[in-house]
């Protein structure tokens, strides 16, 4: 069993930084990929960022290139995301989502809340 537990969300302004967190614990020695996932209110949860765990390759949503950075540490099984330039637009829940041993998990969630 794996778990992931996020944190980091908060209240920012628009124009502020803000990083996440997301930790894995549990039957880790099998990352894939991990990423982050966000769903505001009455819309569907959809993508943001992803990172190869071996690789350290990354793929980004067209509405925050530029703006957010996906990280990982390795030892730690942890994946990190650094938002800059953040817009009201990026209000949500931000999801944690892992890829381990041929299992999809998701954490419980983070809210993020920008402020115009």
């Known amino acids: 069993q794996v778990e992931l537990v996020e944190s980091g969300g908060g209240l920012v302004q628009a124009g502020g930084s803000l990083r996440l967190s997301c930790a894995a614990s549990?039957?880790?020695?099998?990352?894939?990929?991990m990423g982050w996932y966000r769903q505001a209110p009455g819309k569907e949860r959809e993508f943001v960022a992803t990172i190869n765990w071996s690789s350290g390759s990354t793929s980004y949503a067209d509405s925050v290139k530029g703006r957010f950075t996906i990280s990982r540490d390795n030892a730690k099984d942890t994946v990190y995301l650094q938002m800059n330039s953040l817009k009201p637009e990026d209000t949500a829940v931000y999801f944690c989502r892992g890829r381990i041993g041929g299992y999809v998990y998701w954490g419980q969630g983070t809210q993020v809340t920008v402020s115009s």
């Open positions: 549990g039957r880790t020695f099998s990352v894939y990929f």
